[in-house]
């Protein structure tokens, strides 16, 4: 039985590009065999700024938006966020849903679709990776950097990825799949 992936777009901005190359993304998972993968937009799930009464470790919910995000989490064995650069930091609907539950993200791996300007959001991805170890997930070195994303949109607005995006997918999602297997113990 295939791990389970989650891609998660981390925008919920109107007129994000995050989607396009999720999808993109979510589809290339797939078809490498080592996930099962699933399309995951944060902007469905219409978090608000942390609202729990209880801190998310006592993992005792008391809204609907907070249950839903934590039964989402809790059945994947990996993420890949695909995240967007605002202002050299990932976006706060990303900060805020990491933040939202503890233990569901606990011993499991991670890694990263950055998207921007000329940096391809590596600094986002950066900051990013210091935020998901205190939440004891396990960041990969291997990402996927995409430099002006609206640049490779066909006129249907789906990402047309560079040979160089599918061969970091997929040296990523190898090591991916090695440390969800690995940690899978950890996590039972």
Not at 31 to 36: D, H, I, L, M, R
Not at 89 to 96: A, D, L, Q, Y
Request: hydrophobic content about 40%; charged content about 20%; some cysteine.
């Amino acid at each position: 039985m295939p791990l389970k992936l989650q891609t998660i777009i981390c925008s919920t901005r109107p007129g994000r590009v995050g989607p396009s190359i999720a999808e993109w993304f979510n589809g290339f998972a797939n078809e490498q065999g080592s996930f099962s993968s699933e399309l995951v937009d944060l902007a469905e799930f219409n978090l608000p700024v942390y609202d729990e009464p209880n801190h998310p470790r006592q993992q005792k919910y008391q809204h609907d938006h907070t249950k839903a995000w934590s039964e989402s989490v809790a059945k994947a064995d990996a993420y890949v966020f695909v995240i967007p650069e605002y202002n050299f930091c990932p976006p706060p609907s990303f900060m805020n849903a990491i933040n939202y539950v503890y233990n569901e993200w606990n011993y499991k791996p991670c890694a990263f679709v950055s998207y921007g300007g000329v940096s391809g959001g590596l600094r986002s991805a950066q900051m990013s990776k210091q935020l998901v170890t205190t939440v004891k997930m396990m960041p990969m070195v291997e990402s996927v950097m995409v430099q002006m994303p609206w640049e490779l949109l066909d006129d249907n607005r789906r990402f047309q990825p560079a040979d160089h995006h599918t061969s970091s997918g997929g040296s990523m999602l190898a090591e991916l799949a090695k440390w969800a297997d690995a940690l899978k113990a950890m996590r039972q």
